[in-house]
């Protein structure tokens, strides 16, 4: 009897000890997965840890977690910085994924015949930042460097042009980011000449904000359509409206919240 | 030399399939050869047929993913494979951790490690609990919850694709089969090991027993890793029932009056 309940003990501790530890090595905010990887709890879930797609990677971008990188162990990762994606138009890594946790039809786009056909641009790894105080083009200096790597030149990075005003004689060449096509290989964040790269890859979780429906924005024609049809005779009623607005300095407890 | 190669020649092919297992696969990332590509986990062979763990595909359905088809294919294609050649065949035959505790074992041997009774004594059915922990940990966590901490992993992983401080796992299951309990990993707390043992219950390649030939000289359990399959040595002839008997040969190699020995057992409806 004591040796179950013993067992019992060592069990319900040992599994709390494990389970602890499985579900803290599940948080690494700071991974940037393989191209068409799900998102990040279904890729764990499913994830079998077999290194197909680090074998697959022409470049050696891919490596797989070993303990003590503080990420989900064995799981397939990329540094930019070291190695960044190169984009590559077969996308080697994902049909290879045995479990799915690489989902090509999350980099596949069906053509005007029907047929099904890789994408690479379709990738969202993650979306490249910028920090405005290091980067040199908003400093005033011409570098390009980050514009010029980016395998969607003038898609996902932009050079916003604009006058110097101190000097008066130059032009600030000023690289912007945008989510909508930016895949998130690093290829900027490798170009980078800045010590530590002034344009780098967050997991665009991390890296984004998400927009809110309560403002109509007037100069987008297209937002503006969100108005059509909405009542105008709309009178929003709270309890200090019910009564006249000339009344309000006549109660008696004004300053109390009614 | 013809002598030494016939005692130790099961443990000869066991090292030979271990280690060229290894090989193909740490090839298969750094050379780019598309022979055998992955790792024990699962693989590709030939650039045609995936293989996968079916223990860790269970962990994975547990977790509440559907895997792919390949992933279910591929670890049908290995339980049917331990099925019939002996399920913990895999831990004498593939898993790279059986080195690190033969060489315990080995060890523990010359350096006369023994407690003398005194010994700590951990039960042979942990492994067991350890398989419920495994499914349990990863119904509640949704990820595969052995392979989040599997030594057998880090060690493959590790020598296939980069080691990392890997060695820390592999070096505690070394020292803990040292110094702390006689083929304490694979003989008690694997969950894979069990999860093995439990398919080899119904295996055809078994070690079968001649009584007959038997002296009781013993050397058979001196040199077993699971010396309770052995129940039946010197009392009646057969095979060996149990599916934790993981088909090493040790026993066949040390027994002079060749009474142990594989052979399929068939099963009784075809028979």
Redesign the interface.
Known sequence: MFRTIQ?AGL?VT??LV??G???E??SAPLVLRPPGALPE??F???C?????C??ACPYDAL???????HQ???TPYFVPRKVPCRMCEDIPCVP?C???ALDPSLVTDENEQGRHVLNINRARMGLAVIDRETCVAYWGIQCDACHRACPLLDKAITIDASRNERTGHHAFLAPVVHSDSCTGCGLCERACITAKASIFVLPRKLAMGEATNRYVRGWDSEDEKRLKGVSTDVTTRTRKSEGDAVDYLNTDDLMSPE | MHGMIREYRFMISRRTVQIALLFLLYAGNAYGWTLFVGNLSSSKIADRLVLADPFAVLQIFAAGALVSSEAVVGAFIVLLFFLIVGGRSFCSWVCPVNLVADLADWLRKSLRIDGGGSELRVSRHVRYWAIGLTIGLSLLLGVAAFESISPIAMLHRGIIFGMGLGWTAVLAVFLFDLLVVKNGFCGHLCPLGGFYALLGRYSLVRVAHDKEKCTLCMRCFDICPEPQVLETVGKQSGYIQSGECNNCGRCAEVCDEEAMGFGIRFPSAIT
Do not use: F, M, Q, R
């Open positions: 067992g069990a040992s599994g494990w389970g530890y499985v579900h090595g599940k709890d279904p764990l879930a499913k079998i840890k077999c290194g197909l680090v074998a490596v797989l977690a070993t303990p003590g990188d989900p162990i064995g290879v045995p479990t799915g």
